[in-house]
């Protein structure tokens, strides 16, 4: 059964950073494509970034991509290791505070570990969130 489980969240102040950390258990981190989505009181859930894995073949590299409403501030990264998927956050604020929420697929084919996906539609599993707060 994959787990998702986020850690990090918290309350900061305008211009702070946070790290949120995604754990995945139950089946090879590695071969996941995670993203981070965010959800404001009243509003949709919007797409943040996403890390790719090395998909099916176990020799493709990682490829980042985040929203342009985040992009330079917010990082997405991985240690497989430790089977984790983390999203470092700087100059946080107001307007970043939401709970933040991990998804993942794994891939099934090449084609399929190609491709970024940036709408909720695009991912089987979740986890429960992580409140990030930032005052002014």
């Known amino acids: 059964q994959v787990q998702l489980v986020e850690a990090g969240g918290g309350s900061v102040e305008a211009g702070d950073s946070l790290r949120l950390s995604c754990i995945i258990s139950?089946?090879?981190?590695?071969?996941?494509?995670v993203a981070w989505f965010r959800q404001a009181p009243g509003k949709e859930k919007e797409f943040v970034g996403v890390?790719?894995?090395?998909?099916?073949?176990?020799?493709?590299?990682?490829?980042?991509f985040t929203a342009e409403h985040v992009k330079g501030r917010f990082t997405v990264s991985r240690d497989d290791n430790k089977s984790a998927v983390y999203l470092e956050m700087s100059s946080l604020a107001p307007e970043d505070m939401a709970v933040y929420t991990c998804?993942?697929?794994?891939?099934?084919?090449?084609?399929?570990?190609?491709?970024?996906?940036?709408?909720?539609?695009?991912?089987?599993?979740w986890g429960r969130g992580t409140q990030v707060t930032v005052s002014s």
């Open positions: 890390i790719t894995g090395t998909g099916v073949t176990g020799t493709g590299a990682a490829t980042t």
């Open positions: 139950g089946r090879a981190v590695s071969s996941a494509t």
């Open positions: 998804a993942a697929n794994f891939p099934e084919s090449v084609m399929q570990s190609l491709v970024i996906g940036t709408t909720p539609a695009d991912y089987q599993y």
